[in-house]
């Protein structure tokens, strides 16, 4: 298993403070899956969270051009915007997911 975050979108203001291209909201998601033998078969457990983050633009003296963005930095801010806590209790929502399916505790379906 390998959290693995993504951003999906970015939302910026085309001009602010003489910068171009201001990142000012981010959307993104988590996800993580598990393989595992279950009877013989390969069976994968997932799970996910998405959600979205406004950034702060008050303060644009560590401004990255839009151009030069890349994946891991705008997962930085967001992290860093969610906080060390939100940041687990995501990451802990999706193994409890992944746990649901591979230990379930409620089942549907017919008897015959």
């Known amino acids: 298993m390998a959290i693995k975050w993504s951003v999906n979108e970015l939302e910026y203001e085309t001009s602010k403070d003489s910068k171009s291209n201001v990142v000012t909201s981010v959307h993104w998601s988590v996800n993580d899956s598990k393989e595992v033998t279950k009877d013989g078969k390969k069976v994968t457990y997932s799970g996910s969270s998405?959600?979205?983050?406004?950034?702060?633009?008050?303060?644009?003296?560590?401004?990255?051009?839009?151009?030069?963005?890349?994946?891991?930095?705008?997962?930085?801010?967001?992290?860093?915007?969610?906080?060390?806590?939100?940041?687990?209790?995501?990451?802990?929502?999706?193994?409890?997911?992944?746990?649901?399916?591979?230990?379930?505790?409620?089942?549907?379906?017919?008897?015959?």
């Open 50 to 112: 998405y959600g979205s983050i406004g950034l702060d633009t008050s303060d644009l003296s560590s401004f990255v051009e839009y151009d030069k963005l890349d994946e891991d930095t705008v997962v930085g801010w967001v992290k860093a915007s969610l906080g060390d806590d939100e940041v687990k209790s995501i990451e802990d929502g999706i193994a409890s997911q992944i746990d649901a399916q591979e230990n379930p505790t409620t089942g549907k379906g017919k008897p015959w």
